[in-house]
């Protein structure tokens, strides 16, 4: 029974060729997602277990600043690491100095971490490779991966950047572990009295201890040891859970998003390929009952016949996904291979293919074609033999009342809810897009005929092919809502993107055009540290400058909540920025004083006047009165202290941003020429104008939209394929036709036009559906998004759309290229006796 | 009814031979056959299954290419054209009635009738076509779509077809094959109207006597040969 179901499959292989490759595809996208994450979660594992491999025990400040870009702990008092080695069990404790540094020259290389060099070989996993560790100020260890990168050697003369730029010689080079650095930071490591002055500023105090206990020992007893003897602020953990909570920091941040966003791709291709399965069987099943009749005539016992069509589906989705997985781990090397190119290196020990991926992959690509086969079944179920022996008949019954009556309902809830989900109700946006989809689903075949007809009118009436073509577009409207379905969801999400796009950069323009009141920006140069506060004062006293004023950013606690604080020259903040003051002077809250923005204001209840206690990152908090209430966000955010305020509290402050208004008169040009030449140095600040401060924005968004539509590309493929698939086997069940078409005095050239027309004129009515669609829900998002964020201005893109619907024509047209070929190949005789 | 008027045939074969398979599985569908058809006149073949007779009216109408020998239409030789040559000549020159599934679905009658001339990019003169529509009798049928229209009605309307470009030869095979006796009988009177009234050629493929008495002559087939 099993062979003779597998015979007949194999000799249906050519009809179920698309539909596995279809599988494969998605299943790939699965596969690859799974792998990636697996791989990357293991990497990680691998270098924070290498960097805490002989840390039993670890002290650090029990506070956690949150609000910023990264987590950040404040220092503690040095005298902490004395206190910490006179602990019974405790067999070495280091000092951990930690900071960012820059190495000038090292080119691209990812976030430099600077340290203190330390020298008992179980509490750093660095190891010297070549010459001997720093002894003395000025005397660094740099990684074998900056060496190489710089073409650096033992006696070599650098420039660290911390931002200010630090002379050094290199004494020595290392490794981590066995490798030649950690995949996500490259080391230069000072003394570590050097590195207390330079990364934190003061010779009293430590980042951390790090703590190698006695043999025999436990993690957990040692930290209780040394948490006993701690001063109120510190905390003592184990080791292993510094390695989770390092692991789970990492993996929320970069894993997690990048699994997020790849899952999201395989659901969109599964989706995609889910139309075109569903359509093969549908058609298949039609194939399938007079078959059935003829083997039963023929004796084929009806268990028999069944086992072949019950075991066809699971058939074809497991070697569907067995490929899929085989192109999925493919793909994931890729992805990985492309993740290191753009500069988010995810550490990687080889790709990790767990059994349990696989095999959760080979169960979704089983399911969705099960899935897809099952209507066809039922449908097949409840259809009287003799019906199916009939020709194929013209125009399908009619969409039930049921079925417009739901398709109806959907379509007016969803674009319902998407009108109403305004300022930050994501979800509403989201169960809105879900809603019209479901609807356009159920009203497409009702669509068909209308639209189509509308779409075909203008070649129905001048070529007898385009004539022909349209109406066999139309002629069964289930089955061309179904077909053209996967071009619409492949069309929409590829608008959605486009849409995105366009607001992201017009969002960036008008938030720099509001804000930028002044000439030139100084960003970080590419590679390099954020600015450095004294390039700025340099820049300010130029002669040709009128007034430069910088803004940085750290975390911060407001009033016990984990927020995040930016810091800027205050008094002459003014003159290159229009913050747009509500109440009180912005200069007034530059001796010790905090200006908020309104809406923050509103938030938590303040108003100007009060006293806020700030918490900064060293761990002190002082009492800050709010002195004036701003309403322009763009450039500051929602808290800003003068940058005094801020480096009393912090080590290493840094702008993100200066801005500098030239002196009245000055020529851009001249300008800019006169501030580059002033900054000129080791990894200089980059100077732009407004322009080109947009623009480097904007490339950031390209950048990730460039990436997002290379996948999309995946899926249209997948659709494109579904159409061709569809309309192979639409035209085999004609073939009768076809031939009558031939007998009567139609051309191959004639043929082939008119199965192109037909493809192109279903790829329409996709891509007419799908560019209404994501446009649409384009800008329901972008409404819906909270107004602070990044992409609060709808933009209508009409060129790039345009090219989109100009993209989903062509697949008309690719689509239709090889069925066109091969019916139109088929003998008039053949294909008029066929039975 | 038939003068004994001597003209050239609309259509000849001259040993025509035609080959199914090749080594021990050839199969000689034809084996040299010498036929020539009278212009203006009905001429039944008639042969038991596997004599020959459909894959002798394919040869004659450019649907199939024989294995070896001439099929001459007028005094075109068929053998010497390419698949659009043929293809040309068949929507041009030629009519066509087969047993079943002679519409397309998706056209209704008018556009059944007037398909092959879009084809060809021409338009029937409209006297004619109103001649013919009238003739077969289907001048209220002319929206209906194939699925709403009888199988005599179906067959009229492929009759009509056949008619409207005024074609050298119209080829049918076993039209009435598919009909009730007495529907049958209608297109069987059709097609010798259009032979009497309208001095077309129509060579009809049938394998009823009594189909073949409707004819001007009758050809008979068995094992491939004119016997």
């Known amino acids: ?835 | 009814m038939s003068s004994p008027v001597i003209t050239e045939p609309a259509a000849r074969a001259v040993d025509l031979v035609k080959v199914h398979g090749e080594g021990e599985t050839a199969v000689r569908a034809l084996d040299g056959v010498d036929l020539d058809l009278p212009a203006g006149r009905l001429t039944a073949v008639m042969g038991a299954s596997g004599s020959g007779k459909s894959t002798l009216l394919h040869c004659l109408a450019g649907l199939d290419t024989p294995t070896s020998g001439t099929v001459l239409l007028g005094d075109v030789d068929l053998g010497r054209l390419s698949d659009t040559a043929l293809t040309r000549i068949r929507r041009e020159r030629l009519g066509f009635v087969f047993q079943a599934f002679n519409l397309v679905p998706t056209l209704t009658a008018r556009e059944n009738i007037l398909l092959p001339s879009r084809l060809a990019g021409t338009r029937p003169e409209p006297a004619w076509l109103e001649l013919v529509i009238d003739a077969v009798g289907l001048a209220d049928r002319l929206g209906h779509r194939p699925a709403q229209l009888s199988g005599g009605q179906q067959q009229r309307v492929a009759v009509a077809r056949a008619l409207a470009g005024r074609p050298e030869v119209i080829f049918a095979d076993e039209p009435t094959g598919n009909l009730d006796s007495r529907t049958g009988l209608g297109v069987l009177r059709l097609l010798r109207e259009s032979v009497d009234t309208l001095g077309q050629t129509v060579v009809m493929v049938t394998h009823d006597p009594k189909a073949a008495g409707w004819a001007d002559g009758t050809v008979v087939l068995a094992d491939g040969r004119v016997v």
Not at chain 1, 149 to 166: A, Q, R
Not at chain 1, 300 to 323: F, H, I, N, T
Not at chain 1, 432 to 441: D, H, K, R, S
């Open chain 1, 1 to 835: 029974m099993v062979t003779f179901a597998l015979q007949t499959a194999w000799r249906r292989k050519r009809r179920l060729a698309g539909t596995l490759v279809a599988v494969a595809l998605g299943v790939a996208f699965v596969a690859a997602t799974l792998v990636v994450g697996a791989s990357a979660r293991a990497g990680f594992h691998h270098t924070y277990l290498t960097a805490n491999a002989g840390i039993d025990a670890y002290v650090r400040s029990s506070e956690e600043l949150t609000g910023g870009a990264e987590n950040t702990r404040p220092p503690l008092p040095a005298s902490v690491v004395d206190t910490v080695a006179a602990v019974d069990g405790v067999r070495a404790a280091r000092a951990r100095v930690e900071g960012e540094a820059a190495l000038a020259g090292a080119g691209d290389r990812p976030a430099t971490v600077a340290e203190g060099w330390i020298d008992v070989p179980e509490l750093t996993p660095w190891r010297l490779a070549d010459g001997h560790p720093p002894a003395a100020p000025g005397e660094v260890v740099i990684d074998r991966a900056l060496a190489r990168e710089g073409g650096l050697g033992v006696g070599d003369h650098v420039t660290v950047l911390v931002p200010e730029p630090v002379p050094a010689t290199v004494v020595g080079i290392a490794t981590f572990g066995d490798e030649d650095s950690r995949a996500d930071a490259n080391l230069v490591a000072f003394t570590t009295a050097e590195a207390q002055r330079l990364l934190l500023g003061s010779p009293d105090q430590v980042s951390a201890v790090a703590v190698a206990g006695d043999d025999g020992v436990s993690q957990a007893d040692l930290a209780d040891r040394i948490g006993a003897v701690l001063p109120d602020g510190a905390e003592a953990v184990t080791g292993a859970r510094l390695t989770a909570e390092q692991q789970a920091e990492v993996e929320g941040d970069l894993v997690d998003g990048l699994e997020l966003g790849l899952g999201a791709f395989a659901f969109v291709a599964l989706v995609v390929a889910a139309f075109g399965i569903v359509n093969t069987f549908t058609i298949l099943a039609a194939q399938r009952v007079r078959e059935s009749a003829l083997l039963r005539a023929i004796g084929a016992s009806r268990r028999q016949v069944l086992a072949a069509a019950v075991v066809e589906a699971p058939l074809v989705g497991l070697a569907g996904s067995l490929l899929g997985v085989a192109l999925g781990v493919v793909l994931a090397s890729g992805l990985l291979a492309a993740t290191a190119a753009i500069g988010f290196p995810l550490p990687t020990d080889g790709l990790v293919i767990a059994p349990a991926d696989v095999a959760l992959a080979l169960a979704v690509g089983v399911a969705v074609t099960v899935a897809g086969a099952l209507p066809a079944a039922w449908r097949a179920s409840r259809t009287a033999p003799v019906a199916a022996l009939r020709e194929v008949a013209v125009g399908d019954a009619r969409p039930s009342r049921l079925r417009l009556l739901a398709g109806g309902a959907a379509l007016v809830a969803g674009l319902l809810a998407v009108l109403m989900a305004g300022g930050g109700a994501l979800g509403a946006a989201a169960l809105g897009a879900v809603l019209l989809l479901a609807g356009l689903v159920l009203l497409g075949p009702a669509a068909v005929r209308p639209v189509c007809t509308l779409l075909g009118a203008p070649l129905a009436a001048r070529r007898v092919a385009g004539d022909l073509g349209a109406r066999n577009a139309v002629r069964n409207p289930r089955r061309s809502a179904a077909t053209a379905g996967a071009l619409l969801v492949g069309v929409g999400v590829v608008s959605l993107f486009t849409v995105f796009g366009a607001s992201a950069t017009r969002s960036v323009d008008d938030a720099v055009t509001r804000s930028f009141a002044a000439d030139l920006a100084l960003t970080p140069a590419p590679g390099g540290l954020d600015v450095a506060p004294d390039v700025v004062d340099r820049v300010a006293v130029l002669p040709e400058v009128a007034a430069a004023a910088g803004v940085g950013r750290g975390p911060a606690v407001l009033a016990g909540r984990q927020d995040e604080l930016a810091f800027a020259d205050l008094a002459g903040l003014g003159n290159v920025l229009d913050l747009d003051v509500a109440e009180g002077d912005l200069a007034a809250a530059a001796p010790g004083g905090l200006a908020v923005s309104t809406a923050y204001a509103d938030e938590r209840g303040w108003q100007r006047g009060d006293r806020v206690a700030v918490g900064f990152p060293d761990g002190t908090t002082e009492r800050l009165d709010l002195a004036a209430t701003y309403d322009n966000e763009s450039v500051v955010g929602a808290a800003v202290v003068d940058r005094d305020t801020w480096a009393a509290h912090a080590s290493q402050p840094r702008f993100e941003l200066a801005i500098v208004k030239l002196a009245p008169g000055m020529h851009l040009d001249d300008g800019r020429a006169t501030v580059e030449a002033a900054i000129a140095g080791p990894e200089a600040a980059a100077v732009r104008d407004r322009d080109g401060l947009v623009g480097a924005e904007v490339a950031e968004v390209r950048g990730v939209v460039n990436v997002i539509y290379a996948l999309l590309v995946v899926a249209v493929v997948i659709a494109l394929m579904g159409i061709a698939n569809t309309l192979s086997l639409s035209l085999h069940e004609r073939t009768r036709e076809l031939g009558l078409l031939r007998a009567l005095g139609q051309t191959r050239a004639q043929l082939r036009a008119m199965v192109r027309w037909e493809s192109v004129l279903l790829a329409a009515f996709g891509t007419a559906g799908g560019t209404a669609l994501g446009v649409f829900l384009g800008w329901g998002i972008v409404r819906a998004v909270d107004a602070r964020a990044d992409i609060a201005t709808f933009a209508l893109p009409v060129l790039p759309l345009a090219a989109v619907v100009a993209a989903g024509l062509l697949v008309g047209v690719v689509a239709g290229i090889v069925p066109a070929r091969r019916a139109a190949r088929l003998p008039v005789l053949d294909a008029l006796g066929d039975q």
